[in-house]
């Protein structure tokens, strides 16, 4: 069963504008929530993470909001820059266990 | 480099031989962890460790698979009478804890195809 969804295979936006990811989790035991970033031939690398005793974090252009009633969590990025382009993982944790559970990805092009 | 390192990072091989991949996570982490990557899907838990105590273990982890790490420092992941549904990435992170959840950071891979 797939407790991370990524429904959305891939986004194209233009550069400058708003890049909106979604993630909708079923396992009410997770408590922490990472978007990981991931360049072809390279391993995914940690961007931004939440608790869940928050509801947004920022860091720069990258921000995570998080909606624990409805499950789910979006990562904007603004302004979309060109090397933003990759494939965006959404990643959660239950308490002190240490695997990460990942949806099936989001690939965002941003173009010109 | 202080980063996690993975070697190889590529590997071909026939159905039915063994191969054993190799992660030297970043120095100062206590975690590592491995994880598999097939085509169109994200990273999928297999084992972690903390030192060299294997605390968890996937369902994913078939008895042809068995990690290792034997000075707490790097480990080994090795698939026996590989198998064609083995090939994937294979990945390998480290993470410091417990200080708080700290997130984990990857390797580039192991890409093993079995042929």
């Known amino acids: 069963d797939q407790q991370v969804k990524q429904n959305s295979p891939s986004l194209s936006v233009q550069e400058g504008r708003i890049s909106i990811l979604n993630c909708d989790y079923t396992n009410s035991m997770f408590d922490y929530f990472l978007w990981y970033k991931k360049y072809p031939a390279e391993g995914p690398t940690f961007l931004i993470s939440?608790?869940?005793?928050?509801d947004k974090n920022e860091d720069g252009r990258f921000t995570v909001f998080l909606n624990k009633s409805a499950k789910h969590l979006s990562l904007h990025i603004v302004p979309s820059q060109p090397g933003d382009s990759a494939v965006y993982f959404c990643a959660a944790s239950a308490g002190t266990a240490s695997k990460l559970t990942f949806g099936t990805g989001t690939r965002l092009q941003v173009t010109l | 480099d202080t980063g996690v390192s993975q070697d190889p990072r590529h590997k071909i091989t026939k159905r039915g031989q063994n191969v054993t991949f190799r992660c030297d996570p970043i120095?100062?982490?206590?975690?590592l962890y491995w994880y598999r990557q097939t085509l169109g899907q994200g990273p999928e838990f297999l084992t972690y460790f903390q030192n060299e105590a294997q605390l968890e273990k996937s369902r994913l982890l078939s008895d042809r698979f068995s990690a290792e790490r034997p000075k707490g420092s790097f480990s080994t992941l090795e698939i026996q009478r590989t198998e064609q549904g083995d090939s994937a990435m294979y990945l390998c992170a480290s993470s410091l804890a417990p200080q708080g959840f700290i997130e984990a950071f990857f390797g580039q891979g192991t890409r093993l195809t079995v042929v």
């Open positions: 939440i608790s869940s005793i928050k």
């Open positions: 120095s100062e982490h206590n975690r």
